[in-house]
């Protein structure tokens, strides 16, 4: 099996960062693309940036130039750096991940979420 777990979370005041992490374990022969999603209070999970094994990101339009995602592919674990973070940046962050097991099959994981809080 495969877990995620993410850590990283917390309290801040608008303008603070936060760094997030998440560790893949198990039985991993690789993985593809990794994310982190968040899901904000009375809303849908909203996708928030992807890397890619080789490196390539992407980001939502409303995290973009405020966020890195990041990944060390020797410890299956990505990162998030959050910068000038909003209120509207509350919510709970989950990693994702598309995994390649030692038995051959693909699946794709979730983490068990890190709250973000933005408040003064």
């Known amino acids: 099996q495969v877990q995620l777990v993410e850590s990283g979370g917390g309290w801040v005041q608008p303008g603070g960062s936060l760094r997030l992490s998440c560790a893949a374990s198990?039985?991993?022969?690789?993985?593809?693309?990794m994310g982190w999603y968040r899901q904000a209070p009375g809303k849908q999970r909203e996708w928030v940036a992807t890397?890619?094994?080789?490196?390539?990101?992407n980001y939502a339009d409303s995290v973009k130039g405020r966020v890195t995602i990041s990944r060390d592919n020797a410890k299956n674990t990505v990162y998030l750096q959050q910068n000038s973070l909003k209120p509207e940046d509350t919510a709970v962050y989950y990693c994702?991940?598309?995994?390649?097991?030692?038995?051959?099959?693909?699946?794709?994981?979730w983490g068990q979420g890190t709250q973000v809080t933005v408040s003064s």
């Open positions: 994702n991940a598309d995994v390649l097991d030692t038995k051959f099959w693909r699946g794709n994981y």
């Open positions: 890397i890619t094994s080789g490196g390539r990101t």
């Open positions: 198990g039985s991993i022969l690789s993985i593809n693309a």
